[in-house]
């Protein structure tokens, strides 16, 4: 009964309609912008700014009529347009801290250039896989390999000064093996 009443709820949770997302107003955007911009930029760049937002104030209105135009009726655009944005850039993230140890980030160029890196991913995670495994049953050299990996990742992320003052511990080393 209680597998019948799960199964309900995800059907009933998977058809139910998301609710349009908002467009959001070009002067609360802006006004959120210049916020931030006051407490983040020295005065006369805040200044810059502000002259630069009264001169384009025209354009930015023209932006938002043709966002407001072309998103009407579309539910959860937010989520389309962020995957299309995501999905378009030449180099992604990898989810994992262990890759961009083995490939760092790509100055690749041309037609074939995001075959290339996805291609150098693939296998780079393939290689990180095949490692691990050979590695397991010899426990010391597979806290060093995840220990090595991890420090390369830190490397890498926050430069070389910052990583002489980080200390890897087991725990540590037992998070980043789980991906936590």
């Known amino acids: 009964i209680l597998n019948i009443l799960i199964k309900a709820l995800e059907c009933q949770i998977c058809t139910m309609p998301l609710p349009d997302y908002p467009i959001p107003e070009l002067d609360v955007t802006l006004q959120e912008a210049s916020r931030v911009l006051q407490l983040t930029l020295n005065p006369d760049q805040y200044q810059r700014y502000e002259t630069a937002l009264l001169q384009q104030k025209d354009a930015l209105q023209e932006v938002q009529e043709q966002l407001k135009k072309r998103i009407s009726g579309r539910e959860n655009w937010g989520t389309e347009e962020f995957k299309k944005q995501l999905l378009s850039w030449c180099d992604p993230l990898p989810n994992s801290n262990a890759v961009p140890s083995v490939l760092p980030s790509s100055k690749l160029k041309g037609e074939f250039a995001q075959i290339e890196r996805a291609t150098a991913l693939l296998w780079a995670a393939a290689k990180l896989y095949n490692a691990f495994t050979t590695l397991r ?44």
């Not at 390369?152 to 093996?177: C, E, N, W, Y």
Request: aromatic share 10%; no cysteine; net charge positive.
């Open 137 to 180: 049953g010899h426990r010391g050299l597979y806290d060093a390999w995840i220990n090595f990996t991890l420090q390369l990742s830190l490397r890498q992320t926050l430069g070389d000064a910052a990583t002489s003052l980080i200390m890897v511990t087991p725990t540590h080393m037992r998070h980043f093996k789980h991906g936590r």
